[in-house]
């Protein structure tokens, strides 16, 4: 995961996302299958509600041969089988396996390098859907 956002009016960009959205970025240099992955959004808090799946890409229409082009990136917006999330919600990429975690994001922020992310959603934010992330200097 690179990108997550679940209010499109705060962390949208016109012309480019319509609703909730995430992104997922290959930082590799060969192709990469994400049809076998999963996405699994919980609520953050003490009992981790899950909100939805896990949720195998290839199982939703439109998504069964899903790929990453090497240093690409892959926007899903606008679809509610696969991103339906709310505010302060942990959305958990899974590989094909079901169970190994790539990686997590709390909604409205971007991977910033390892274990960190910036907010999308704040006035001064960049949100940047099928582009490299822009995060404001703390």
């Not at 910033?112 to 959603?121: K, M, T, V, W």
């Amino acid at each position: 995961l690179n990108e997550v956002c679940h209010k499109d009016s705060k962390c949208g960009v016109e012309g480019v996302t319509s609703e909730d959205w995430l992104e997922l970025h290959n930082t590799g240099d060969a192709e990469a299958d994400i049809s076998g992955c999963y996405i699994r959004i919980t609520d953050d808090d003490d009992d981790a509600t899950i909100r939805l799946g896990p949720v195998q890409l290839a199982s939703v229409s439109g998504f069964e041969t899903a790929t990453i082009a090497a240093g690409g990136y892959f926007v899903i917006d606008d679809n509610e089988d696969l991103m339906d999330a709310g505010n302060n919600n942990l959305v958990e990429l899974i590989g094909d396996d079901g169970e190994t975690l790539i990686n997590s994001l709390i909604t409205s922020s971007a991977y910033n390098g390892e274990d960190d992310a910036c907010s999308i959603d704040g006035d001064d934010d960049t949100p940047t859907p099928g582009e490299a992330n822009v995060c404001a200097a703390e």
